[in-house]
């Protein structure tokens, strides 16, 4: 186990770590906020590394690294998800837990924001294998999460039976049922309704607030839609449901494409069998990295983040670009997107619905007790609409991108809690 609590994240050349200082660093000069400010936002309060070591299923040993990273406690305890991908890394997960106190902050959830990852490729291994290493990563970051420390979530490749299992792993190690301890579970562990579906409902919100303000009529919108997991199957879902035609999607294997707009209930049948978007019966197969420069007018990224660069910005075709991903969009991305007059809904405005609900899911929790899905969505859909004007006005009255705005009214309300609590000793 390897501790460090002083390291100031410095991160070396292109990735999310540099994308999400710079948005740092900009909203400081913005806000007019000084050094000490900066080196403490810039630095994560604390960072867990470990090796996880599990035994495969024909008795061989791996031994993978996995992270913890605790940005921010100002605002309360620390919360993000975990994710399970085979290029995890130290800066990664520095910039996912960063974009996560911004994300509580702007949508006002009483959080810090954390992220974990293990560097492994689920597709690679048995179920009996997740739950082995998901087990003992819970047993090793243990010291460090709690309901009132850091609740982790679900995130890339990762899942509610995830959870389950980190929740077992935890209350077992306390002796007793700690429901409060992850969210996203299963509802019947105590998972709030609503919950699975929050990210892409908000996603979908948000881009429906996005584009009425911006003058499309939903039934008259064409879309796209990167990823087909957790976030981006309901988002396309949601969006159709809306009268958006989803023109195409994609994921890892492969990506659709249908100018009639794709059936997205029937496209979810044929993922369940075969687990991808590709070869989908009767539309065309198109090149994945197509996809959010397709002629539509909103492109959602949902899958992984730093898809829009500097090398495909000048191609994009959409007005507005929602991100249900979390750094979608590089910094050379934002700035290429910006002059051709792209609308940008930020990854920490547009996928927050799913922090909101699992607040929503840690407070069933704590109070022992089961909202209704209705009082869910209806709450979520408040958080959200309250954050998207906050992000629009602040946007107006201020000259900036929502980006911008969307950082820099995050990082006033972390400022502006560190400066109450005042700085210990
Ligand atoms: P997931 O593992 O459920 O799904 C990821 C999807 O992206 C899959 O369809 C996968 O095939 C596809 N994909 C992976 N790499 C790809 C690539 N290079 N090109 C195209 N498709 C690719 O993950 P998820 O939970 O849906 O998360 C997606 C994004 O949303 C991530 O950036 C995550 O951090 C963010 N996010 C998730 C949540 C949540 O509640 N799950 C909340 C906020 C933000």
Redesign the pocket.
């Given at each position: 186990m390897t501790w460090s609590t002083t390291t100031t994240a410095a991160p070396t050349g292109a990735g999310p770590l540099t994308d999400a200082l710079a948005q740092l660093e900009s909203a400081l000069a913005h806000l007019g906020y000084n050094g000490g400010t900066r080196q403490m936002l810039a630095t994560p309060r604390r960072e867990l590394m470990v090796s996880v070591p599990l035994r495969r299923d024909d008795g061989s040993i791996a031994v993978y690294s996995g992270y913890r990273v605790q940005h921010n406690f100002s605002r309360g305890p620390a919360k993000g998800?975990l994710?399970f991908a085979p290029n995890v890394d130290l800066d990664e997960v520095r910039a996912?837990a960063m974009w996560m106190t911004w994300k509580c902050a702007l949508v006002d959830v009483p959080y810090g924001g954390a992220k974990g990852g293990i560097a492994i490729d689920p597709r690679e291994h048995s179920l009996a294998e997740l739950e082995r290493v998901t087990r003992r990563y819970t047993s090793e970051i243990l010291p460090i999460i709690g309901p009132t420390k850091d609740i982790p979530?679900?995130?890339?490749?990762t899942?509610e039976r995830t959870m389950a299992w980190m929740m077992d792993t935890y209350s077992a190690a306390m002796g007793h049922t700690v429901p409060g301890v992850v969210t996203?579970k299963p509802v019947s562990l105590g998972g709030s309704l609503g919950r699975a579906a929050?990210?892409s409902r908000g996603v979908a919100h948000v881009a429906l607030m996005a584009m009425a303000s911006h003058g499309l009529d939903p039934e008259r919108t064409t879309a796209s839609v990167?990823?087909?997991?957790?976030?981006?199957r309901d988002a396309a879902r949601f969006l159709a449901a809306a009268g958006v035609k989803v023109l195409a999607v994609?994921?890892?294997?492969g990506a659709i494409y249908d100018e009639r707009g794709l059936d997205i209930g029937r496209l979810a049948q044929h993922v369940d069998a075969t687990g991808s978007v590709a070869g989908f019966e009767g539309t065309e197969s198109i090149d994945?990295a197509s996809i959010l420069t397709l002629d539509v007018d909103l492109a959602v990224p949902?899958?992984?983040?730093g898809?829009l660069t500097g090398a495909n910005a000048d191609r994009v075709q959409a007005k507005i670009i929602v991100e249900?991903?979390?750094?979608p969009t590089t910094r050379e991305a934002d700035a290429i997107l910006a002059d051709k007059g792209v609308v940008v809904v930020p990854?920490i405005l547009a996928?927050a619905g799913?922090?909101v609900v699992s607040y929503f899911e840690w407070v069933q929790a704590n109070q022992a007790y089961q909202w209704s899905e209705r009082d869910v969505n209806d709450r979520l859909e408040d958080k959200m609409t309250t954050a998207w004007h906050a992000v629009v006005d602040y946007a107006g009255a201020h000259g900036l991108s929502y980006r911008e705005a969307a950082t820099a009214l995050a990082v006033q309300r972390v400022t502006e809690a560190h400066r109450l609590r005042g700085l210990y000793p």
């Open positions: 998800g994710r996912l979530a679900p995130d890339i490749g899942d996203g929050a990210t990167q990823g087909f997991g957790k976030v981006g994609s994921d890892i294997d994945p949902a899958a992984v983040e898809v249900g991903a979390n750094g990854d996928n799913g922090v």
